[in-house]
RNA sequence: GUGGUUGUAGCUCAGUUGGUUAGAGCAUCAGAUUGUGGUUCUGAGGGUCGCCGGUUCGAACCCGGUCAUCCACCCCA
């Protein structure tokens, strides 16, 4: 057998049937949780103009960002003009002469997009759901891919907290029904604006964010040293470090935080908000959230509200994140439609339930019963039962040839098909056939009239 | 982008200081077994040792490069 040469460009994947089955699984229970809360489907290209996505990012963003090559570079009438444009891509810079269009890098962008080129048409608040591949051009490791979906839920139009509320309590539920155990974190920006008012100005924001996004990873002294290196004061490094030190209930914490930066006026409208937030789910089935002020996110477009999710007991990175953002829609000379949307990274979602066995056993089971074939006469009256199951909506199918039983059995367990229905000889003479529960090992006899009324479950 | 790990049969992996024809388990196929599988036994097929080059009388093994993988960093879902 020779060996096949091909292969998958990194960070890509094939998906056979169990795999697809079980992220099937998850995306319809996305998709259903989205619908019941009101969200709309949208669906957007696969590329958009680079410039659409250029800056959306920041600098690191900007760099993960797959271009595709224009067409006719080798066109010899404008070689001049492409051998300009490679000077420029050598230089660090993009010139639509060499690449004008990208892999979209998220769903949120494109949204803005979206809603900045059809705002005439959309009725505020608009609701929408998107559930679609995203391309980064990362270098691939444990739960990080090249190629990976998000299921977005975004409200826009609306500056209500209601939506965080909602998105939070949505977050929840799915998780609830995907059964797997999450604590979902919250903070808010405003807060952390306040933070760096209060240490040396609002344009440290991102040195100090990102310096303390990396606490529980690298540890309160190594935080501290980077803070210094980003060029804080002792004075400053003091009041994060009892920034850092908050710690209890969620009240407790946000108690704490009152004391340090409530008398701001974005840390106070920051934690009013929060607490607005929190204050909902009192009267609810509390869901599992935690305030944590080191949340941060990388994502600068983001200015209220933000979330991010943690799979308890997995070795993972965040499997879901999201905020608010006063004016995405600005970015495409559209001001002033504010929102909020949530995210959910389906291909960890699906790493960690594979890791803690999560997935329900129905999930693989594709065909709910197996006709054997025991000859050509008992084939034939197979084929005919089995186009009445079919259409009573019974998942089934025939073994494609007359073989010894041997192998009909280990087909069925292959492809985890639970009923064997059995029609040999004797069972045709008497009008009736056997079904086997290979789950149980269990088999009765029934008559052919009532196989159509038999519970294939 | 930076650093490291690994790459031998479909899968998981052995393979001595470099030495004849590269092995095992599982899986597959066939038979033992003509209408009740999963156990057991027997046998068979399946490898350019990731790829390219170098050192050597001789390379799966040493060296260089390259590709892929996994892991960590950066960043992120």
């Known amino acids: 057998m020779a060996k096949p040469t091909v292969s998958l460009p990194q960070g890509t994947r094939d998906f056979g049937p169990d795999t697809v089955r079980k992220r099937q699984y998850i995306f319809s229970t996305i998709r259903s949780v989205f619908e019941l809360y009101g969200f709309q489907p949208l669906e957007t290209p696969a590329m958009e103009n680079l410039e659409t996505l250029m800056g959306k990012y920041g600098e690191e963003g900007d760099k993960l960002i797959f271009k595709i090559l224009n067409n006719g570079v080798d066109n010899k009438n404008k070689e001049q003009l492409f051998r300009d444009g490679f000077e420029k891509i050598l230089q660090g810079k993009n010139t639509k002469d060499i690449t004008e269009r990208a892999l979209r890098y998220d769903l949120t962008i494109p949204f803005a997009r979206y809603v900045a080129m059809n705002q005439g048409q959309l009725s505020f608040p608009f609701k929408r759901y998107q559930i679609q591949p995203v391309w980064r051009a990362d270098k691939p490791q444990r739960g990080r891919y090249r190629e990976f979906y998000q299921c977005d839920a975004d409200v826009v139009g609306s500056t209500s907290l209601l939506n965080e509320v909602e998105l939070t309590i949505l977050y929840a539920e799915t998780f609830k029904r995907l059964g797997v155990p999450v604590e979902i974190k919250l903070n808010n920006r405003k807060i952390l604006a306040a933070l760096a008012e209060v240490c040396g100005g609002v344009e440290k924001m991102i040195d100090i964010t990102v310096a303390i996004d990396k606490l529980d990873k690298i540890g309160i002294e190594k935080v501290e040293g980077e803070l210094e290196q980003r060029g804080l004061d002792a004075d400053q490094i003091a009041t994060i470090r009892k920034y850092l030190q908050v710690t209890g209930s969620n009240e407790e914490r946000i108690g704490q935080i009152k004391a340090l930066l409530g008398s701001t006026t974005s840390g106070a409208a920051g934690i009013s908000e929060l607490e607005f937030i929190l204050g909902y789910f009192d009267q609810l089935d509390r869901p599992p959230v935690a305030v944590d002020f080191t949340l941060a996110r990388g994502l600068n477009y983001y200015t209220g509200t933000i979330f991010e999710v943690k799979a308890l007991g997995a070795n993972m990175g965040s499997i879901g994140g999201g905020g608010r953002y006063d004016d995405l829609t600005g970015l495409f000379g559209v001001p002033g439609i504010p929102g909020v949307g949530i995210s959910f990274g389906v291909d960890r979602i699906y790493d960690v ?9 129905d999930v693989q089971v594709g065909s709910q019963a197996l006709f054997f074939n ?7 009256k197979a084929f005919s039962l089995l186009q009445h199951l ?27 098909i639970p009923f064997v229905i059995i029609i ?17 090992g269990e088999q009765k006899s029934v008559s052919l009239d009532e196989l159509v009324n038999f519970s294939f479950l």
Do not use: W
Not at 374 to 380: H, I, N, P, Q, S
Not at 393 to 407: C, I, M, P, Q, S
């Open 390 to 416: 079919r259409n009573a909506g019974v998942r089934a199918e025939l073994f494609h040839e007359n073989t010894k039983f041997d192998k009909q059995f280990k087909y069925a367990e292959k492809k985890n």
């Open 424 to 440: 040999g000889s004797k069972e045709l003479a008497e009008n009736n056939c056997v079904i086997k529960d290979l789950r149980t």
């Open 374 to 380: 025991l000859g050509d006469a008992e084939g034939r």
């Open 353 to 361: 339930m594979d890791e803690l066995n999560l997935f329900p056993p």
